[in-house]
């Protein structure tokens, strides 16, 4: 099976998306200058040892003073000093920027993030949004940081001792000068293959990943099906093919550094070679050789982290471009400007229709559905019938492909979205519940509850186990926490939603997973509620549909009834069929009960 | 354990009360993060290096000839200046300089050679390892009980397999190269100043105690240091995912304002952790570099004086500086790395300490076979008692026989322990005491394979694997073809939604299903056990999302394709209980009331009760 079909396309490379990121730098200019003026000194700082040993070794060694020998070599260690003073300085005033600016992005991804409706969350895995906030920033961080930092001191230490170089002895100096060139033409050559191989095996890590989360979340229903050793082959071909790439890419990155280390060592050979020819014909000192040599070595790392950094500047383009991709997803549905001072609770589908992207067929077409404040109308269709969609369009979790949903006469869509979703409050069919204590996810809709408030919504939905948790209502619950029931989780939900007092009670469903007894208690009390608030409820049971005032059946995308229980009982086979038990229960059922 | 008896109270030490409290804070970094790696650790690397041993020997080999090769090139230089300048300056050629020019030459090469072969050798054992490390982690995940399961929880099965292999991957990738080639470096050069020019050496070496002691300062906060990083990261993540996941509660309830403020306060405390790891980083690197200039500028002094009085050359000393520089790169390089080295140390103890779980269902060593012709369905409980937890028996003595061919409904209040039963049957757990009998066998004597192929089970918690429709209703049984997988999803009465979509049979589910809807995810799971033809189907209650026609149509065709199965009906809708030939009746673990449902309903007791409410709410 393909592990992922939903995974968004990649746009082309850009370095646009990382210079965007330059903003989030703005609050941090003087520290930056800072840093930079550090890096540039502690260049020259290093590169001023090897100087100052060609001195002592041309000067006092070499004419035998003993006298000038002390103040050079005080000038090395206070050169020394200086040296790590800034780098000290300047990695700790790196801190700052550098982390700020990672904290700043993922503050603004993730309020990106809650902001992006359904359909986007619906299209993308968790997983790649986490991998967005974690690796791809931390990829950023570290060549916004670092890497482009070392990436022009690097490129400032070349020139400037290839200037030295040139300046002592020319000759050797264009032989030094002429050695880079292969070096740079690999490095980019073997960064273009690098990113490739790289991302390869990075996505292919994340099928892998996928297949872990399925095989970790499923583990039931493998168990149940005794399917282990399938689960396990897929998993072994996926993993096997990251071995197989990560393979390539050892390879690649063999040949690449062993070429990296060869060039400067060949080099310093010839430096040698002809260096030592020239100071035999006195062309150059033995002072300057060993300054050369000296600052020969001092150029291999530069030169070959060159590549490494260039790759990681790559990276972090990809990086910026996957992390753009999401922040310049504009939210497909945005609040409107309209608050509604005193709502009443007037809702009104009107020609409603709703299509899936992805589908052919719309769910919903030409809807039409009034609910008058305090009434409660309870949605009743087959599997599939779209009741779930219909409910999703209220608090606009979903926005109607036509026709418009009102509250109050307002389009919910000119309403802010905070004013909205304070009006309307739905407990869904699958609760979600968080990894945190009982009362934060009772609480999720209303913080301002009071204590008293908490319990009488625990008693509605009949809810009163929490109590006999180990810690109450402040033990954590979720995947994190102590897990619960189906019928434990609805109640939860229930009670959230009742909790936060909404003029709109959505119930999508609610009572499904509850025993007889716990769901007449639960109805008993929810009537008390529904009598204040205009409700909708989904309903697959009669006792459930009673709850409420009038009827809709939901059938072949469209409202076709409204009406009262027992009239529509009587009047529509459709409805009958739907909900009376005993309807029209074939032969083929000697049911024991008759 | 989730379920403690006496709560520990609740840990105040900066956990913010909108966490809550669990009875143990899950992300189990080890007590002590240290390199220096636990018992079952180093008996898990042990184990995982074995078969290499041949290998690692050859790859140590390279390594040495690499490194020797790669020091041996400054102190080249240096006899290239110290005795190939003179004959020139002599006038007596330069035969000896093109000499020392070629050897040096030949150990570049056999450095590049030696060292390709290396990294090519170390990233395949690496990878091997990993690969290996990956199969066996995921195996014995799979093979581990239910019970496991349900206490270790999904979001921790998945950073085992995730992020902890990645924390040893990302080591063989990076740490382990660097790591060896530092230890080499300082040693081979070490050696090599004191080769060079004893006396000298030893000056250059006299930081060296300073340079433990702060190593060692810095092992020690980074430790700490390292540790607050991997909690405040892991709140980060939970939280992150969890808001992802739960984005259609988070909208509908206006949760995005305290969200966010969770969040930033838990993104701005890993800040803080991060901004402690990199000043301790800066802190170390400078006192390593500062060590380092110090030490360099001694050397010129000391070796400049003595090269002043002809007691070194000047070759010697030019090669003591570059080694030098040599000496303190790779020094600072390790604080790099010491956190890789951390994270691959924890992930291993994770590791290790998973695999050392044992299955609390193990498998027979010598399984038992079903009597001739496949299973028939019978299932036995002998004087069955069962306890999650020690002190609190749920099923305290059990004796039942259901018929084979049989289809049985339990009904009872939530707790009753309906759903442990159905477990039992379904060997997710093994009886404190007493026995559970397929056909007369026990359970534990039965291999998986028979087992499941005999017993399935489908509850609320279904779950469709990203794929087609197809392929998830062909999960149980992976032989069957178009028309079978087809023929089942009629009888159940889902094929007329699955080919309504728009690549019927082919289309793709989805994330965990999410294109369709709760009720036609349970329509799918039931087609998945229906097509597996099991001798015993359990449902617990699986019906729940359906509309009443859909679950009667399940209920048909259980009627129908499993006349002769045994059947064991969880649900608490009554109308399921109509087809069935028996009622079981539960109250806290016994079975109460127990015959055919109209004979029940005649009597006057707790079902007669239940089913006089029932017919009241359909009114
Ligand atoms: N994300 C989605 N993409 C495409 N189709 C969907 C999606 N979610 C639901 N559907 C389809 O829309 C229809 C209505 O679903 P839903 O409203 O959940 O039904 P129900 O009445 O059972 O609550 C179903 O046929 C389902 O397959
Ligand atoms: N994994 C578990 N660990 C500890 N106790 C459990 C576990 N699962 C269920 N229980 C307890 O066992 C009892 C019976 O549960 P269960 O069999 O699920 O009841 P039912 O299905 O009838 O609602 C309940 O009190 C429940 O809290
Ligand atoms: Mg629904
Ligand atoms: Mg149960």
Known sequence: ?594 | MTTTTTPPPPNASGTASWRGVASEDQDELPEKVSVLLRARSRRLLGNLLRPYRKKITLLVGIIVVSNAAGLSIPFLVSIGIDSGIPPIRQGSGPSVLLTVVGVILAAAVTQAITRQAFLRLSGRIGQSILLELRRRVFDHFQRLSLSFHEQYTSGRVISRLTSDIEAIAELLQSGFDALVKAVLTMVGTAVLLLVLDVHLGLVALVPLPLLLLFTKWFRRQSAIVYRRTRETVALVIVHFVESMTGIRAVQAFRREPRNQEIFQQLNDDYRGANARSMQLGATFMTGIKLIGNMTIGGVLLYGGWLALHGEVKVGVLAAFLLYLRQFYEPMQEVSQFYNTLQSAGAALEKLSGVLEEEPSVPEPREPAALPPGGARGKVRFEGVRFAYVEEMPILPRLDLTIPAGQSVALVGATGAGKTTLAKLISRFYDPTEGRVLLDGVDLRTLDEPTLRQAVVMVTQENFLFSGTVADNIRFGSPDATDRQVREAAKAIGAHEFIAGLPDGYDTEVGKRGGRMSAGQRQLVAFARAFLADPAVLILDEATSSLDVPSERLVQRALRTILADRTALIIAHRLSTVEIADRVLVMERGEVVEDGPPARLIAASGRFAGLHQAWLDSLS
Do not use: C
């Not at chain 1, 080099?267 to 600052?295: I, K, Q, Y």
């Not at chain 1, 939900?493 to 509850?514: E, F, K, N, Q, Y």
């Not at chain 1, 005032?549 to 027992?566: C, S, Y």
């Open chain 1, 1 to 594: 099976m393909p592990p992922d079909t939903h995974k968004p396309r990649r746009p082309l490379l850009s370095s646009n998306s990382l210079w965007r990121m330059k903003s989030y730098l703005r609050p941090y200019a003087t520290r930056l200058v800072f840093i930079w003026l550090a890096a540039i000194v502690g260049i020259g700082a290093g590169l001023a040892l090897p100087l100052i040993s060609e001195q002592v070794i041309d000067g006092p060694v070499a004419h035998g003073d003993s006298a000038g020998l002390l103040p050079l070599g005080l000038l090395a260690v206070g050169v020394g000093v200086v040296e790590a003073l800034l780098i000290f300085f300047r990695r700790w005033a790196q801190v700052k920027p550098v982390l700020g600016l990672e904290t700043r992005i993922r503050d603004d991804l993730y309020e990106h993030l809650q902001r992006l409706p359904m359909g986007f969350h619906g299209d993308w895995q968790s997983g790649q949004l986490l991998s967005r906030a974690t690796t791809d920033l931390s990829t950023i961080r570290r060549f916004l940081g670092f890497g482009m930092l070392f990436l022009v001191m690097n490129i400032l230490q070349l020139i400037t001792v290839t200037v030295l170089l040139l300046n002592k002895y020319w000759p050797l100096g264009l032989l030094v000068l002429a050695s880079s060139v292969p070096i740079v033409w690999t490095s980019l050559r073997f960064e273009k293959r690098y990113i490739k191989i790289s991302r390869q095996v990075q996505d292919e890590q994340g099928d892998l990943a996928t297949l872990v989360e399925e095989s970790a979340l499923g583990i039931r229903t493998i168990k149940a099906f005794g399917r282990r050793h399938h689960v396990y082959d897929r998993y072994d071909d996926a993993a096997l093919k990251v071995y197989g790439s990560s393979m390539s890419k050892v390879r690649l990155s063999a040949k690449f550094f062993s070429f990296l280390e060869i060039i400067p060592n060949i080099t310093l050979a010839l430096v040698l070679l002809l260096g030592a020819l020239a100071v035999g014909s006195g062309a150059l000192t033995l002072g300057a050789l060993v300054a050369f040599t000296t600052l020969m070595l001092q150029l291999v790392w530069p030169i070959a982290s060159l590549g490494y950094i260039l790759a990681m500047g790559q990276e972090a383009m990809t990086s910026a471009d996957r992390l753009m991709e999401v922040m310049d997803t504009v939210p497909a549905i945005e609040g409107g400007t309209q608050t509604i001072e005193r709502p009443r609770g007037h809702l009104r589908f009107e020609g409603v229709g709703f299509r899936f992207a992805d589908a052919d067929e719309p769910v919903l077409r030409d809807v039409w559905l009034e609910v008058k404040p305090g009434e409660t109308v309870a949605v009743v269709g087959a599997t599939g019938a779209g009741k779930t969609t219909l409910t999703a369009l209220v608090p606009r979790l979903l926005d109607p492909t036509s026709g418009r949903v009102t509250i109050d006469g307002q389009d919910v869509r000119d309403l802010k979205l905070t004013t909205l979703r304070q009006v309307v409050a739905t407990a869904f069919e699958e609760p979600t519940l968080f990894s945190m204590s009982v009362r934060e996810n009772l609480m999720l809709g209303r913080r301002d509850a009071t204590e008293e408030e908490l319990a009488a919504a625990i008693q509605t939905a009949q809810a009163m186990f929490v109590y006999d948790l180990p810690w109450g209502l402040d033990t954590r619950i979720g995947e994190q926490g102590l897990s619960l029931s189906g019928g434990q989780r609805q109640r939860l939900a229930l009670a959230r939603a009742v909790l936060s007092r909404p003029r709109i009670l959505v119930l999508d469903d609610t009572l499904s997973a509850l025993d007889v007894e716990t769901e007449a208690l639960v109805e008993e009390a929810l009537r008390h509620v529904l009598r204040e608030a205009t409700g909708i409820v989904v309903a697959h049971r009669a006792s459930t549909v009673l709850l409420a005032d009038k009827v809709a059946l939901l059938r072949d995308g469209t409202i076709t009834h409204v009406g009262q229980h027992q009239e529509l009982l009587a009047q529509v086979p459709e409805y009958r069929e739907l909900l009376a038990q005993d309807a029209d229960f074939d032969g083929a059922s000697e049911g024991a009960l008759r």
